[in-house]
């Protein structure tokens, strides 16, 4: 694969999913937060009924089915680096468009899950029994 | 903030949920596997996926994980419950080795151990 292909194939499978599941957590969150909550039945109408919230949850489902187009597509070794930048992308997000008070341990210990993934993504059993 | 044991089940109802989503998806692809489908085309392939029942449990599950995550979601920060979620991907290894007899070297159980460590430490953060 050149890499113009390269980046062309990221931009096309990779950048949506990411793109997709932080915009619409940080919709859904920022609507969540101005509920004042009395039920889960309310919070289940609040969710479908309003345009914004509805068309931001679809938005993380779409974004969660692309990442398994995705899955399909690349190796898992180069899709899990990808998988924890966005773990950071929705912190750093939270932190600065939500105004979350994010603090060292949690800075820490996201850091260590996007570690954790990466050297999983470094295992050479990755495939199913389809091609043993 | 203080943190009731009911929300603490609600956390790992999503976890649960999210890890047996993928569990399902997995066995409805799995039989797939199984049945020697794979010089098959498509259409028959997918068909065979949707007639399998793993396959509905896996939507419902999903359908259930969304609502949880929802409710969690309201209660706590999207920076918490976001890389909370990760714990799945030790769930799923682990029940992954014991259905499907997926391999666990070194790298998974190294990164295993990494991520729940984060993520105990991402539980103090509350």
């Known amino acids: 694969m050149t890499p113009q292909n390269m980046i062309k194939k990221c931009l096309l499978y990779i950048a949506p999913p990411i793109l997709l599941t932080s915009i ?8 969540l937060n101005q509920l004042t909550l009395t039920g889960y039945l309310h919070l289940t109408k609040f969710i479908l009924g309003t345009p914004t919230t509805l068309s931001a949850l679809i938005m993380v489902i779409t ?10 597509k690349f190796e898992l070794s180069f899709l899990y680096p990808f998988l924890s930048s966005n773990l950071m ?22 850091i260590l899950i996007m570690i954790g993934l990466v050297i999983i993504s470094k295992s050479p059993n990755k495939s199913s029994s389809k091609k043993q | ?19 047996f989503t993928d569990i399902s998806f997995k066995a409805s692809v799995h039989i797939d596997d199984a049945m020697d489908m794979h010089h098959k085309s498509a259409p028959i392939r997918t068909k065979k996926v949707i007639k ?43 029940t992954g080795r014991f259905l499907f007899n ?6 998974k159980i190294t990164g295993m151990a ?9 539980a103090k953060s509350v």
């Open chain 2, 114 to 122: 990494i991520i729940t460590l984060g993520s105990i430490i991402l």
């Open chain 1, 89 to 110: 992308i929705i912190v750093l997000g939270s932190h600065f468009i939500l105004g979350e008070e994010v603090n060292f341990y949690r800075y820490l210990g996201v």
């Open chain 2, 52 to 94: 399998s029942g793993y396959f509905w449990l896996g939507l419902l599950l999903g359908a259930l994980h969304v609502y949880s995550w929802l409710i969690c979601l309201k209660k706590f920060d999207l920076s918490f419950m976001y890389p909370m979620l990760s714990v799945s991907y030790v769930c799923i290894m682990v």
């Open chain 1, 63 to 72: 974004g969660g089915v692309l990442w398994l187009v995705a899955m399909s």
């Open chain 1, 24 to 31: 619409g957590e940080f919709i859904l969150k920022a609507a």
């Open chain 2, 102 to 107: 997926e391999t666990l070297d070194k790298y």
């Open chain 2, 1 to 19: 903030m203080y943190t009731t044991s009911m929300e603490i089940i609600m956390i790992a109802l999503t976890i649960i949920t999210r890890t």
